[in-house]
């Protein structure tokens, strides 16, 4: 689940992970990433840091009491990663494809 408020960052996202073989479905607010997750199950979250409503960090406390399977699984863009705590991973922005990859196959190998 790609979950950014910024519909080019979502879909370059979504598509790169695609080209992959990863299905992919996207959110354009935390509201809407908890909503779809309560109706699908997911094997990982790449969410914006900064988004409307709560942030990505937020979310990712969220998903941890609600799914707590998944919350190893979450990984934050941003650009400014000295707001973070260190207690979820990320990826700072602008990120290399081969970055991204990489992050990707390091949350999924995680139980």
């Not at 910024?6 to 809407?32: C, H, M, N, Q, W």
């Not at 094997?43 to 009491?65: C, E, N, Q």
Request: aromatic share 6%.
């Amino acid at each position: 689940l790609v979950v950014d408020d910024d519909p080019g960052i979502k879909e370059l996202v979504a598509e790169l992970l695609e080209s992959r073989g990863y299905a992919v479905a996207t959110a354009a607010s935390a509201e809407e990433a908890l909503e779809t997750m309560a109706r699908d199950p997911f094997d990982l979250v790449i969410s914006d840091l900064h988004l409307p409503g709560f942030s990505g960090a937020v979310l990712a406390a969220h998903i941890a009491r609600d799914f707590p399977p998944l919350a190893r699984r979450v990984l934050l863009l941003t650009g400014d990663p000295s707001v973070l705590d260190g207690a979820v991973p990320y990826l700072q922005k602008p990120f290399a494809v081969d970055d991204m990859l990489r992050a990707v196959a390091a949350r999924l190998s995680r139980s």
